[in-house]
């Protein structure tokens, strides 16, 4: 792992942040020409290469990790909760002048938080409590989910599951039918209160403490009302707090979702988004933002966030037309930018991995026998040397070398996981023990000694289906050029039929997020190739537990009794216990890895390479450039 593991033992980090896959290109023998003409670079601008963009500008809808630059660049630094380069969730003392807590008798425990009256909106207009109010009254409601969203906003506090569940539901006839639960479903959200101009509370309910990451439950950021729902206004009574002044909510959130979503107007954060056009974002500074965690402001007039070529991005850089490309992870590219006198690198451990994710609902990957045999048919040391060029390592589950948790439990880890190794025999024993057990005729016995690299022997079940994995992928990317000669090679010897596509970036993410909601005719693919990173809350109750099937966030679709038993106890341990959380997180683990829905196969050392006209880059697995821009600045 060339000088990782150096660094992994002597680096003790705290908590992550979160990020998706990054598309690669492959290697070529070709020499490295950029596609884009030289022009004069602009001092006061600042240009961003990525891989392609999406075009999700707000959050709750499922995002690549360049829309989220857009996103926080944009719409980010005003939570009351924020964290910092070192993982740390902390109070934003740049928005709250005060906050102060309260338990009542009954064990509910109320913040009540107190923003500064000098907030501003780019548009100049102040920011006040009623935006924060009607943010988190959006992002819980019913109207919000039904336009698609799917968010996490005030499911701790008092009186989110009446607020939040929806007034009717689909019978199994896929008829709507009113709610017929034990429920009184109301317009209010109980735990939100509206208390002055400046001044509101949240109130998490006593069913939902202690809760390890007890401040992210009262995280919330503002929301433009007057521009996202014109006339609307925030009601608070005894009873909470609702959205007055609308005739019709959900098609005022809609529109949103249609039309803010993709270009953001009124916004906060140290830029202003002004076009997504041809693969290109541009954005410039918002005059009006207050600062940074430590009061800084943004050094550049504006951004360029454009997709380049990923197979040429590192040369861009060190030609002197790209100014930053983030999350490098090819040997190759980080060699030659090291050898570079114009270019600068900023490396740190990963808080995140790269996997191939199966949907566990659909398709022969339900059982996790299919899933463990494919985890056996591919060489991660393929992998690792053909993708990272020895800048990186294996992992064996939903984990990161950068997570505090691994750096504390390494051992446990190594010591209790099912070691994933490649081995054709030991895939045969796994897809032996699944319904593709059967010669063509549906009856005899697979023999795995007539199975053969030409793919003419495969296994079949009793109706005589042929055991296929439909595999998608990006295309140019190296991760999926090696998993397609992997698999290639190695499927046919254990009987299995793989196929691998290539797409752009758009269509993988949606058919891995939201293919639970195509039908069996339009839904095809078994398996995706992607990277992500996770949040500094780790709280896999929003990707893993079964309470979030049936939306993207649980997207392999994966539904565990035992697992939805060990990611309660651990999201349920108390902020001071960190070693019980760690221990529990142990546990986690290895039924993760005993399910298998994802089958990992690195996790490694990020390199963000930057040009040497610019300084101040000092990225971490916790905070990308988006939430350290103005620490960036020009180097002369």
């Known amino acids: 792992m060339k000088k990782l593991l150096a660094v992994l033992l002597a680096l003790v980090l705290v908590l992550s942040i979160a990020a998706c896959g990054k598309k690669e290109e492959p290697k070529t023998d070709e020499p490295v020409v950029s596609e884009e003409p030289k022009q004069e670079r602009d001092r006061d601008t600042l240009v961003v290469g990525t891989p392609e ?255 380049v070529n990923t197979d040429t991005d590192v040369e861009q850089v060190i030609a002197g037309e790209l100014d930053l490309v983030t999350g490098v992870i090819e040997g190759a590219k980080i060699e030659a930018a090291k050898a570079s006198d114009t270019a600068e690198l ?86 032996d023990q699944t319904e593709w057990k059967f010669e063509a005729d549906g009856k005899t016995p697979f023999d795995k000694s007539k199975a053969n690299s030409d793919g003419t022997y495969l296994r079949h079940n009793a109706k005589g289906d042929v055991f296929t994995i439909h595999h998608l992928g990006t295309d140019k990317n190296e991760v999926t050029d090696i998993i397609e000669i992997q698999y290639m090679a190695n499927a046919p010897l254990a009987g299995l039929k793989f196929d691998v596509e290539k797409s752009d970036f758009d269509k993988l993410l949606d058919h891995f997020y939201y293919g639970f909601k195509k039908s069996d005719d339009d839904r095809y693919y078994n398996s995706f190739n992607l990277a992500t990173g996770f949040n500094p809350v780790f709280d896999p109750y929003y990707s893993n537990h079964s309470a979030y099937l049936g939306t993207w966030m649980n997207s392999n679709q994966l539904s565990d009794p035992e697992l939805d038993e060990l990611i309660v106890r651990m999201r349920s341990v108390d902020p001071e216990e960190k070693d019980t959380y760690a221990d529990i997180w142990v546990e986690y683990q290895v039924r993760i890895n005993e399910l298998m829905p994802t089958i990992p196969l690195y996790s490694n050392e990020y390199f963000d390479v930057y040009s040497t006209r610019i300084t101040g880059v000092e990225t971490t697995p916790f905070s990308d450039f988006a939430m350290q821009i103005c620490k960036v600045r020009p180097a002369d």
């Open 346 to 431: 900023n490396s740190y451990l990963r808080a995140g991995y790269g996997f191939i994710s199966m949907p566990c609902d659909w398709g022969p990957t339900v059982d996790p026998n299919v899933r463990w045999g494919m985890a056996s048919l591919i060489d991660r040391s393929e992998v690792l040397d053909y993708v990272l060029g020895g800048y990186g390592g294996t992992v064996n589950a939903e984990y990161g070398y950068a997570q505090w948790m691994y750096q504390e439990r390494q051992a446990e880890i190594e010591e209790q996981l099912k070691p994933i190794s490649f081995s054709i025999d030991a895939a045969n024993e796994f897809f």
């Open 53 to 307: 963009i999406t075009g999700d500008f707000i959050w709750d809808f499922g995002n690549s990790s360049y829309d989220r630059y857009v996103k926080n660049l944009t719409g980010g630094y005003y939570g009351t909760i924020e964290t910092t380069p070192a993982g740390e969730l902390v109070f934003n003392d740049v928005v709250l002048e005060s906050y102060e807590t309260e338990t009542d008798a009954d064990g509910n425990k109320t913040y009540t938080f107190k923003i500064f009256d000098d907030l501003k909106w780019n548009d100049g207009s102040p920011i006040t409590a009623a935006d924060y109010v009607f943010s988190m009254l959006v992002g819980a409601s019913r109207e919000w989910a039904e336009v698609g969203a799917s968010s996490s906003a005030g499911d701790f506090l008092v009186g989110y599951n009446e607020y939040h569940t929806p007034y009717t539901k689909l019978d199994e006839n896929d008829k709507e039918v009113p709610y017929d639960g034990d429920l009184e479903l109301v317009d209010y959200f109980a735990g939100v209160k509206l208390l002055g101009d400046y001044e509101f509370s949240l109130t998490i309910d006593k069913v939902n403490l202690p809760y390890f990451y007890e401040s992210s439950a009262v995280s919330v950021g503002p929301l433009a009302m007057e521009s996202w729902i014109p006339g609307a206004s925030i009601e608070t009574t005894e009873e909470g707090s609702k959205i007055t002044g609308v005739d019709d909510l959900l098609a005022a959130l809609e529109r949103v979702s249609t039309e803010e979503r993709f270009a953001p107007t009124v916004t906060c954060g140290p830029y202003k988004f002004v076009s997504f056009e041809n693969q290109i974002v541009t954005l410039t500074v918002n005059e009006n933002f207050k600062g940074d965690l430590d009061g800084e402001l943004p050094k550049f007039k504006n951004i360029v966030i454009k997709s």
